[in-house]
């Protein structure tokens, strides 16, 4: 069974570029949730998808947005990139059955904003 | 709303003794619970989690945390620590996912330093 991926694992962008994250749930998950990490901190919810719709979102701007496609696979993208955006990107995918929202994570892509 | 709190942020010990990592939440709702470990330059990795029936979970590689509703804790703890154990640890909350995405809200980290 394969877990959660991400891709790139590092990236370097400069203030106001744009960026696009990739995840690919692990297999039987239909829900992509991602958090940000920023350095020392505890992951930040940015929002989830299921079934290829927005399903919540948390206390991030809409530069923020995201896509799930039908086999699950998910995309991030930031517009207009300040330095804060500088953090750990975490991708977790959760199964499909009922309320058990035990989440799986990813080993995240670091992202560099200079 | 829910809100974690790890009330260490840095915990030094030696090889071989005791640990607990301490956790408390705040919820209006039944809640999930959670415990992440992130090794250096790595993601998030279950370490055990508290769903429902037994207060008492464990994990594979001897941590075990206790959940205390009167308390609104879930403190993690090993009984003998190693030096492959100095990592972050994260406590987590989710909502029981009556209507709601079920997102995880993150305590700050407790940094357990192992020292031989």
């Known amino acids: 069974e394969t877990g959660v991926t991400q891709s790139p694992t590092h990236l370097i962008k400069t203030r106001g570029q744009q960026v696009t994250l990739r995840c690919s749930s692990q297999?039987?998950?239909?829900?992509v949730s991602w958090y940000q990490q920023a350095l020392g901190q505890g992951p930040q919810f940015i929002f989830q998808?299921?079934?290829?719709?927005?399903?919540g979102r948390g206390n991030f701007p809409p530069r923020f947005s995201g896509l799930q496609f039908p086999n699950y696979s998910s995309e991030l993208n930031v517009n207009a990139l300040e330095l804060d955006d500088s953090a750990l990107y975490l991708c977790?995918?959760?199964?499909?059955?009922?309320?058990?929202?035990?989440?799986?994570f990813g080993p995240g892509t670091r992202l560099l904003v200079l | 709303a829910q809100s974690v709190t790890q009330l260490d942020s840095q915990v030094p010990v030696f090889e071989e003794a005791p640990v607990e990592l301490r956790c408390n939440y705040s919820?209006?709702?039944?809640?999930?619970l959670f415990w992440y470990v992130q090794y250096p330059n790595q993601g998030l990795q279950l370490l055990l989690k508290?769903?429902?029936?037994?207060?008492l979970v464990e994990s594979i590689n001897g941590f075990e945390a206790e959940f205390n509703k009167s308390q609104t804790s879930f403190h993690l703890r090993k009984p003998s620590v190693h030096i492959s154990d100095t990592a972050e640890y994260f406590c987590?909350?989710?909502?029981?996912?009556?209507?709601?995405?079920?997102?995880?809200?993150f305590g700050q980290g407790t940094t357990l330093q192992v020292k031989p």
């Open positions: 998808y299921y079934r290829e719709e927005e399903n």
């Open positions: 977790a995918s959760s199964p499909m059955s009922g309320q058990l929202k035990t989440q799986y």
């Open positions: 297999s039987g998950h239909n829900t």
């Open positions: 919820s209006s709702v039944s809640v999930y």
């Open positions: 987590a909350v989710s909502d029981d996912g009556s209507g709601n995405t079920g997102k995880l809200i």
């Open positions: 508290y769903l429902s029936g037994s207060t």
